[in-house]
């Protein structure tokens, strides 16, 4: 059966280096398939066992290993990168890396990741057994128990070095299934009281101090069954971009996000959702706002039903998906009544009559800006670093040069500062 807690759940392999590193390659695999996504970080001694290369096949993704190279490579750094999981695993977590956690040393991406992160970390310990039950190692577990490390294993068996007992790596599958009682826990640290960043609170300066934006941003996914979803194209590279540079511009910014492999802008609260429905029911928590900005692609429509069991081949013909129509999330909040935002603004991805069909867009759903892109394959698509938008108004039409979507996010605040300002 399907499970739901690794449905979509994130995780963040560090692979530590011990003959055990092999079978963290199964435990990949095996965390993919029950739908986790998985970021793979390996030790220099990792290396010596297993290539990154396997690792990045198996996980889909790239693999990190140095701590300098990790922010010119992905545009991350190692604090993003040790907070967009949902937990961290060590496997195999060495004695030298348990000693190493254990002081809170932070000499290379593994450690540095470790001591960063904000969600708690399971650890699957292999090493010979002298080195699992020598005092020192025993001190180290018992520090990182009371520092609320989880642990599954070792387990009794055969060593590589032909000595029998403890410190075999539990197997992947007892390490899923540790994996999965660990997600059933609230995993994120919290910080004592009065300490840590306070999300999206306005600033004193900028153009946009003491204001409130709202941001919807990338995919929605709507459900088929447990595994499969509708989904689109969308990056959600745009509407991030528009919530960094309306946090820049000293707003108060609230992020509703649909699945993206992006981090969170710094600062913004991010609300993450998946569905349409979840999206329109976050955004009516965010409001009111001074501006809202809905840049995510939601899906128009939603599988009447979804299965809660994995739909199986029968034999018997393909399945009929029957389609319910979504809510228009922008359409509603441009025509609230009570607290409608001083500026709607929504985005028209069109394939072709960009202009014509935008100013339709713009009476139809009651908004006061549209920005108008084409996501026609010759122009580029969804998902690339730049943009090509025509802002399409009351007062007109005005078609922006090419720039990065970074770019046209601080033009749009920019914009929509002004005409908030003007009332407008
Ligand atoms: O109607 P269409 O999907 O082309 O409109 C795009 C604009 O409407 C975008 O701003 C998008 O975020 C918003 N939208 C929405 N809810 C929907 C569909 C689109 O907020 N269900």
Redo the contacts with the bound molecule.
């Keep these: 059966m399907i499970e739901p807690t690794l449905a979509r759940a994130r995780i963040l392999l560090i692979v530590g280096g011990g003959v055990a590193a092999y079978k963290a390659l199964d435990l990949v695999r095996r965390l993919r398939e029950r739908g986790a996504s998985v970021r793979v970080a390996m030790t220099a001694a990792a290396r010596e066992f297993v290539t990154p290369l396997s690792f990045e096949a198996l996980s889909g993704q790239p693999v990190r290993f140095d701590l300098f190279a990790l922010t010119e490579d992905s545009g991350m750094g190692h604090i993003e990168f040790s907070r967009e999981a949902d937990l961290v695993v060590v496997a195999p977590a060495t004695a030298n890396l348990l000693a190493r956690m254990a002081q809170g040393l932070a000499d290379d991406l593994a450690t540095t990741t470790l001591l960063a992160t904000d969600k708690r970390a399971l650890l699957a310990p292999a090493m010979n057994l002298r080195m699992w039950l020598h005092p020192a190692t025993q001190r180290n577990v018992a520090t990182l128990r009371g520092d609320g490390a989880l642990f599954v294993g070792p387990d009794d068996g055969e060593m590589a070095c032909g000595e029998y007992g403890p410190g075999r790596m539990a197997e992947p599958l007892a390490i899923v299934a540790a994996i999965e009682r660990a997600l059933q826990e609230p995993t994120a640290i919290p910080l004592p009281p009065g300490v840590g960043a306070r999300p999206g609170k306005a600033q004193t300066s900028g153009v946009l101090a003491g204001r409130r934006v709202v941001v ?1 941003s990338g995919p929605t996914q709507e459900p088929i069954d447990p595994v499969r979803y509708l989904g689109n194209r969308s990056s959600g590279r745009q509407g991030h971009a528009i919530a960094a540079a309306a946090r820049a511009a000293g707003a108060e910014t609230i992020l509703v996000s649909g699945p993206t492999g992006l981090p969170d802008p710094p600062d913004v609260a991010v609300v993450r959702i998946e569905t ?1 429905l979840e ?1 329109q029911a976050a955004v009516r928590a965010a409001l009111p706002a001074d501006i809202f900005i ?7 429509w939603r599988v009447d039903r979804a299965s809660e069991q994995k739909l199986k081949k029968r034999g018997a013909g393909a399945p009929t998906l029957t389609l319910t129509e ?8 441009a025509t609230l009544r009570k607290g409608r935002p001083s500026l709607v ?6 394939t072709e009559n960009l202009v014509d069909n935008a100013r339709r ?1 713009l009476a139809r ?1 009651g908004c006061d800006l ?1 920005v108008a892109n084409s996501v026609a394959a010759k122009d580029g698509g969804f998902g690339g670093p730049d943009n090509q938008a025509t802002i399409v108004s009351h007062d007109g039409v005005e078609a922006w040069p090419r720039m990065a979507k970074t770019e046209l996010a601080s033009a749009l605040i920019a914009l929509a500062a002004k005409r908030l300002e003007k009332g407008r």
């Design positions: 919807t349409a999206m809905a840049a995510a692609a939601v899906a128009d979504n809510p228009d999330i922008l359409a509603e909040v603004i929504g985005f028209a991805a069109e867009k759903k549209i």
